[in-house]
């Protein structure tokens, strides 16, 4: 909201910035659509945590690994952070039986290698995998 003081306070560091109102506009412009993008990948991230629903991947376990949050402001994909700095870490020399990584039905147990080297696979590619 403008008051009889802000107005003075503005123009003085515009005329300080050597900035036009034209030019500060679309600074402010550019800087709220900015903030609305991260905001915006913000929520996903969040929504896509929930979705995976492990009790090992939350907000504050990503924000406690300084690989993950890195990966996540790259722009990579949060089932790929996961996988890499979540999934493996925790992974026990028992076999899993589940059906990781959209391997749907899976006949067998999958060792910790196993699945180590289908989740390459899938990040490469981004190819479901297929078993022989």
């Given at each position: 909201m403008e008051t009889p003081e802000t107005l003075p306070l503005l123009r003085s560091f515009l005329e300080r910035a050597g900035l036009s109102e034209e030019e500060a506009l679309r600074l402010l412009t550019e800087a709220a659509q900015r903030r609305e993008q991260v905001m915006d990948r913000a929520r996903k991230v969040v929504a896509a945590i929930e979705a995976i629903g492990?009790?090992?991947?939350?907000?504050?376990?990503l924000r406690r690994n300084p690989e993950a949050m890195r990966m996540i402001e790259e722009g990579a994909a949060v089932?790929?952070?996961?996988?890499?700095?979540f999934l493996r870490p925790f992974d026990s020399p028992a076999q899993e039986h589940s059906a990781n990584l959209g391997l749907g039905a899976w006949g067998g147990a999958l060792t910790p290698e196993e699945i180590e080297r289908i989740s390459q696979y899938v990040s490469a590619t981004g190819n479901r995998y297929e078993p022989d």
């Amino acid at each position: 909201m403008e008051t009889p003081e802000t107005l003075p306070l503005l123009r003085s560091f515009l005329e300080r910035a050597g900035l036009s109102e034209e030019e500060a506009l679309r600074l402010l412009t550019e800087a709220a659509q900015r903030r609305e993008q991260v905001m915006d990948r913000a929520r996903k991230v969040v929504a896509a945590i929930e979705a995976i629903g492990d009790e090992r991947f939350t907000i504050e376990a990503l924000r406690r690994n300084p690989e993950a949050m890195r990966m996540i402001e790259e722009g990579a994909a949060v089932g790929e952070v996961y996988r890499k700095c979540f999934l493996r870490p925790f992974d026990s020399p028992a076999q899993e039986h589940s059906a990781n990584l959209g391997l749907g039905a899976w006949g067998g147990a999958l060792t910790p290698e196993e699945i180590e080297r289908i989740s390459q696979y899938v990040s490469a590619t981004g190819n479901r995998y297929e078993p022989d």
